[in-house]
C-alpha cells in the first residue's frame, strides 16, 4: 500500500480481555514504531523495531505489552489483561531506517482507538 | 527528565495573518528538532527538520527557528488558510531510538 496501514481503526473491550493491534508499515522500511497518544498529549514512545527486533522497548508501561515483528514487516502490538487506564489511540510508525542511521522522518498510520469498558 | 512545553490552548487566528507557535524544552538541547502536523481522528504528518547547528529553515509557507540559547523552536505559518487548521506537534531527537513529542498546539484559522 501507499501508507501506514492500521487495523482495527477501533477497538471496544472489556476490562481483563486480550487484544490485539496490527501495523503494516510500507513497504521496504525496516523500522517501525509503536506510540501511545490520550487525548491532548502527544505520541508517547513505546517500541522500535529495526528488522525483526525489538532493538528499544523502554517505552512499554509494563509486562502485559508485548509487541512482535516476526518476518521485519506487519507487527502486532499485544495487550493482556487490558485495563482502563490503557484506553488511547495506537499509532504506529515506519520509516527507511532507524533515527540513528539518518532514518529522519516517520511516517504515520491512522491509529487504532482503543477503549477498555 | 527532559520537558517539552507547547502552548496548550488554542491558537486562534484570523485568514491571512502570520501564526507563530512555540516549542520550549528544559536541560539540554538535541540533536534535531522536528515539526508535525496531525489532523483529527489521523496520525501526525511529517513537515519540517532543523539540526542543533541550523539557526532557520523555510519550506513554502513554512519557516522553523531554533535557538538553542533560549532553548526553543518556533513554527511560522505565513498567509495562514482555514486549511491550516490543525494540531502542529513538535518532536526532539536526542541520539537515541526515539522522539520525543510536545503535547501540540491546536491552531484555528478563520476567515
Known amino acids: 500500500g501507499a501508507g501506514v496501514s492500521q487495523t482495527p481503526s477501533n477497538k471496544v473491550t472489556e476490562k481483563g480481555k486480550y487484544v490485539e493491534l496490527r501495523c503494516d508499515p510500507i513497504s521496504g522500511h525496516t523500522a517501525l514504531y509503536w506510540y501511545r497518544q490520550s487525548l491532548g498529549q502527544g505520541p508517547e514512545f513505546l517500541i522500535y523495531?529495526?528488522?525483526?527486533?525489538?532493538?528499544?522497548d523502554s517505552g512499554l508501561p509494563n509486562d502485559r505489552f508485548f509487541a512482535v515483528r516476526p518476518e521485519g514487516s506487519v507487527s502486532t502490538l499485544k495487550i493482556q489483561r487490558t485495563e482502563r487506564g490503557d484506553s488511547a489511540v495506537y499509532l504506529c510508525?515506519?520509516?527507511?531506517?532507524?533515527?540513528?542511521?539518518?532514518?529522519?522522518?516517520?511516517?504515520f498510520g491512522p491509529g487504532t482507538r482503543l477503549t477498555v469498558l | 527528565s527532559q520537558k517539552i512545553e507547547q502552548n496548550s490552548e488554542a491558537l486562534n487566528i484570523q485568514e491571512g495573518k502570520t501564526a507563530t507557535l512555540t516549542c520550549n524544552y528544559t536541560n539540554y538541547s538535541p540533536a534535531y528538532l522536528q515539526w508535525y502536523r496531525q489532523d483529527p481522528g489521523r496520525g501526525p504528518v511529517f513537515l519540517l527538520l532543523?539540526?542543533?547547528?541550523?539557526k532557520e529553515k523555510r519550506k513554502e509557507r513554512l519557516k522553523v527557528t531554533f535557538d538553542t540559547t533560549l532553548k526553543q523552536s518556533l513554527f511560522h505559518i505565513t498567509a495562514s488558510q482555514p486549511a491550516d487548521s490543525a494540531t502542529y506537534l513538535c518532536a526532539l531527537f536526542y541520539n537515541t531510538d526515539k522522539l520525543i513529542f510536545g503535547t501540540g498546539t491546536r491552531l484555528q484559522v478563520f476567515p
Open positions: 523495531f529495526q528488522g525483526t527486533g525489538a532493538a528499544d
Open positions: 510508525a515506519s520509516s527507511l531506517t532507524g533515527l540513528l542511521a539518518g532514518g529522519n522522518e516517520q511516517f
Open positions: 532543523i539540526r542543533e547547528n541550523e
